[in-house]
Structures are given as structure tokens and as C-alpha cells.
T-cell receptor, first 114, second 114 residues
Framework: AQSVTQPDIHITVSEGASLELRCNYS??????LFWYVQSPGQGLQLLLK??????LVQGIKGFEAEFKRSQSSFNLRKPSVHWSDAAEYFC????????????FGAGTRLAVHP | GAVVSQHPSRVICKSGTSVKIECRSL??????MFWYRQFPKKSLMLMAT?????????EQGVEKDKFLINHASLTLSTLTVTSAHPEDSSFYIC??????????FGSGTRLTVV
């Protein structure tokens, strides 16, 4: 069965430091992979997605992610974190099932120290 | 870009009453919409997939009679929580599929049942 694992529940970094959020997936075919960000009490905003092609994907807000098939990973990175990046980050994989459902990881809560 | 409007953003209702949450695609037609429930500090749990003009497909364990979903037009899907109880209090988020594996999320509805 398809699944997504985000091993880190909570990460704290200092402003200006680099960031890497981990995501591992289990999927029977070539996956479509997504990273979303959620601010408190808000919906989800798409940061980036990978369907095919170049395995290094650039997204909004300076984020990037690298698809590594051999490791079944799609880690999110940012070279320099800003205080406004504090939020919940979700990795997702799809499609799943006949209606192209997304399967979400448990999320990683990012705190940024000044 | 594609915008999904979800209303209301917050609602408080008395136990035993019903609450309707609307999800509208503002500038595109959404054949398929998804309804999620999110518990505090938890990931998104897919409740059901709604397709315009047909019955919704519910995930295992989700009560169809408790959570009524209607997708009567290509721009509107509604979730009605019937006979709400305090355990139904949660954050509900809708999502519309846009084009080829694009997903746009609403801003969510915080439901509190007292």
C-alpha cells in the first residue's frame, strides 16, 4: 500500500540556517510527489511538485526538493530559513485509487529561532 | 491561478444540530473535490471524494450518514455534518483537483460543537 513517512515531527532551526525536511514514500509505480505548507488555522499551499524529468525541483519561497528513486525519498531543502517559514510542512504522494487521491505524511512542524 | 473558497472559516454549533460547509472553485470547474479532516497537530485524513453529479466515495470508517457530501455543480461541493457532537469538532479542509494532478486547497473550516 502507498504510504508517506516524515520521520521528523518537530524541527527547530535558527533564522538564516539551512533546512532539510525528510520524506520517504512507498509506492508501487512512479509517484507524483508534493510538498505543502500550512500556517496555523489555514489551508495548504503548494510549495513544489515532482512528476518527471529533472529530479531537483524548484518551488516557491526559495524551497527545493530532490527526488531520489533509489532511496524512495523526496526531501525538502532551503539554504537560508526565514522566521516566516515557521509552519507545518506536509509531504504527499499520488495518485492513489481511482480518483487520484493524495496520501499525506504526518507532517513536520518547523520552528524558527531568531 | 486556481482558487478554492471555503466557507465558513469558523463555526460554533450546538450538539445535535447540523452544519453545512461550502467549497467553491472560483475560476475553474472542479469535477473532483476532496474533503479532509485534520485533528490538532495531526495530518490530513481523507474523508471522501466527491464527483460532480454522482455520489461521493467515502473512505473506510467514515460515516456516510453523518457526513453528507453533495457535489451538485462543477463549482460547488458541500459537506454537511449532521447531528453534530463534540467529537466532530475538528478542522475540515476541502481540495479541488485542477488539471493534471493539480490540487488546490481551501483555507479550512474550524468546527466547534458545544
Amino acid at each position: 500500500a502507498q504510504s508517506v513517512t516524515q520521520p521528523d515531527i518537530h524541527i527547530t532551526v535558527s533564522e538564516g540556517a539551512s533546512l532539510e525536511l525528510r520524506c520517504n514514500y512507498s509506492y508501487g509505480a512512479t509517484p507524483y510527489l508534493f510538498w505543502y505548507v500550512q500556517s496555523p488555522g489555514q489551508g495548504l499551499q503548494l510549495l513544489l511538485k515532482y512528476f518527471s524529468g529533472d529530479t531537483l525541483v524548484q518551488g516557491i519561497k526559495g524551497f527545493e526538493a530532490e527526488f531520489k528513486r533509489s532511496q524512495s525519498s523526496f526531501n525538502l531543502r532551503k539554504p537560508s530559513v526565514h522566521w516566516s517559514d515557521a509552519a507545518e510542512y506536509f509531504c504527499a504522494v499520488g495518485p492513489s485509487g481511482g480518483y487520484n487521491k493524495l496520501i499525506f505524511g504526518a507532517g513536520t512542524r518547523l520552528a524558527v529561532h531568531p | 491561478g486556481a482558487v478554492v473558497s471555503q466557507h465558513p472559516s469558523r463555526v460554533i454549533c450546538k450538539s445535535g444540530t447540523s452544519v453545512k460547509i461550502e467549497c467553491r472553485s472560483l475560476d475553474f470547474q472542479a469535477t473532483t473535490m476532496f474533503w479532509y479532516r485534520q485533528f490538532p497537530k495531526k495530518s490530513l485524513m481523507l474523508m471522501a471524494t466527491s464527483n460532480e453529479g454522482s455520489k461521493a466515495t467515502y473512505e473506510q470508517g467514515v460515516e456516510k450518514d453523518k457526513f453528507l457530501i453533495n457535489h451538485a455543480s462543477l463549482t460547488l461541493s458541500t459537506l454537511t455534518v449532521t447531528s453534530a457532537h463534540p467529537e466532530d469538532s475538528s478542522f475540515y479542509i476541502c481540495s479541488a483537483q485542477t488539471g493534471n494532478y493539480g490540487y488546490t486547497f481551501g483555507s479550512g473550516t474550524r468546527l466547534t460543537v458545544v
